[in-house]
T-cell receptor, first 114, second 113 residues
């Protein structure tokens, strides 16, 4: 099946630093989504991308749909303690079996040190 | 805002018990999904439903069944719970077939002893 490679697996950063993470796929995707999951909670949708090259911001978060359609990036600027959590990418490939299924990355665990 | 709720945050069940996990969404979404989340394995799709009484198997349907009698409610059933079904279970919904944004509930942490 589809696979997404998300990196890094974990990050330890100082408060105020910028953060970058990315997802890559072996096949073309037509949708990229970024989620954040707090401990013990369900994932919350942060940003949705539908077009190659698209750059979308949500506050301090910026995500991009790679022009090759095989990758996506999430940047967090000026990190704060509440940014702690697991960040997941998810994507939808036109070649996947169902129009409704998403493929999820394995997540990036972000720790913000004071 | 989309609201997806799950009937329990924490459940402890014994091996062999029949377990029902309930999910309700309040935004008239067509599609509903059940995932399980395990460390190192990410989110894995168990079943999804695209309409009332309609269902499709996901990647790991073995040991599970589902029921969707009303549009807003999607139930996951463990017919005979086993210890390897100890996991975090997440329900999600999306508006229509072409809308890929899925909205998640808070999750149910199930422990089978």
């Amino acid at each position: 099946g589809q696979q997404l490679n998300q990196s890094p697996q974990s990050m330890f950063i100082q408060e105020g630093e910028d953060v970058s993470m990315n997802c890559t796929s072996s096949s073309i995707f037509n949708t990229w989504l970024w989620y954040k999951q707090d401990p013990g909670e369900g994932p919350v949708l942060l940003i949705a991308l539908y077009k190659a090259g698209e750059l979308t911001s949500n506050g301090r978060l910026t995500a991009q749909f790679g022009i090759t359609r095989k990758d996506s990036f999430l940047n967090i600027s000026a990190s704060i303690p509440s940014d702690v959590g697991i960040y997941f990418c998810a994507g939808r490939s036109p070649s996947s079996g169902s129009a409704r299924q998403l493929t999820f990355g394995s997540g990036t665990q972000l720790t913000v040190l004071p | 805002d989309v609201k997806v709720t799950q009937s329990s945050r924490y459940l402890v069940k014994r091996t062999g018990e029949k377990v029902f996990l309930e999910c309700v969404q309040d935004m008239d979404h067509e599609n509903m999904f059940w995932y399980r989340q395990d460390p190192g394995l990410g989110l894995r799709l168990i079943y999804f439903s695209y309409d009332v009484k309609m269902k499709e198997k996901g990647d790991i349907p073995e040991g599970y069944s589902v029921s969707r009698e009303k549009k807003e409610r999607f139930s996951l059933i463990l017919e005979s719970a086993s210890t390897n079904q100890t996991s975090m279970y997440l329900c999600a919904s999306s508006l229509i077939a072409g809308a890929h944004e899925q909205y998640f509930g808070p999750g149910t942490r199930l422990t089978v002893t």
